[in-house]
């Protein structure tokens, strides 16, 4: 059976600090001299801490993990906005239309700032919302990206 190697979960900060920082949100996005840790949370908590070839990275702390069927899917957006090729489009539509579409645009922008969590394989995944842009939005030559 395949076990992967790439990362391993490791967990070189005290789990008290890491519960008190969270609690007032004081972990800061870049890297942390102090625990020598990048954190790419945005939110200023952090969940579990990887190691990549020495290179150790704070994942931001699960929140709103998608669960759908347990794996990666691109979610249909509205058909209102399919027809939209672009902002000269949108600043033509009426106030009433885009207030209607304004949460949805505004949760799709918290996602590219945050990144997204979802369930894989049974297991909470963590993408960036760079990640999260391309797999969704993305158009290339052979259709969608895949995970």
Do not use: C
Not at 62 to 67: A, D, E, I, S, T
């Amino acid at each position: 059976m395949y076990k992967q190697n790439l990362y391993k979960v490791i967990e070189p900060i005290k789990i008290n600090t890491i519960k008190r920082l969270n609690k007032s949100k004081k972990w800061e996005y870049g890297y942390n001299k102090e625990h020598d840790i990048i954190v790419i949370s945005k939110t200023g908590e952090i969940g579990e801490i990887y190691e990549i070839q020495n290179l150790r990275i704070a994942l931001p702390k699960p929140k709103n993990v998608f669960k759908g069927n347990n794996k990666w899917e691109v979610q249909q957006y509205p058909k209102a906005l399919q027809k939209l090729k672009s902002i000269f489009d949108w600043k033509e539509l009426p106030q009433e239309f885009k207030n209607k579409w304004h949460e949805y645009i505004e949760n799709e922008f918290t996602k590219r700032e945050q990144g997204y969590w979802f369930r894989n394989k049974g297991v909470d995944t963590y993408i960036t919302g760079t990640h999260y842009m391309y797999l969704q939005w993305t158009k290339i030559d052979v259709g969608k990206p895949e995970f």
